[in-house]
């Protein structure tokens, strides 16, 4: 019995809602967070799509919100959602 998922085609598509919080927000005042969060994702996909993987996956960005009143840094860091 073979376990190991197969691809249909040569990449794995992953729809990703990216929520930052008051932190991100201060560092990056307006719409500078969302380009910033942009970048990273980007960053992100240059990686999983890397030459050295077999298969690939594909991040589509479906949304970024700013989760107001959430900080989600250091020791007092709320819940995610």
Avoid at 52 to 58: A, E, G, N
Wanted: aromatic fraction near 12%; include cysteine; hydrophobic fraction near 40%.
């Amino acid at each position: 019995c073979n376990l190991i998922p197969i691809a249909i085609n040569d990449f794995f598509r992953l729809n990703i809602v990216v929520f930052y919080d008051d932190s991100f927000a201060n560092q990056f005042k307006g719409d500078a967070a969302t380009k910033e969060v942009k970048k990273l994702v980007a960053q992100a996909k240059t990686a999983y799509s890397h030459k050295s993987l077999s298969v690939k996956i594909q991040l589509d960005t479906m949304a970024i919100h700013h989760s107001k009143g959430r900080k989600w840094d250091g020791e007092n860091a709320d819940g995610y959602l």
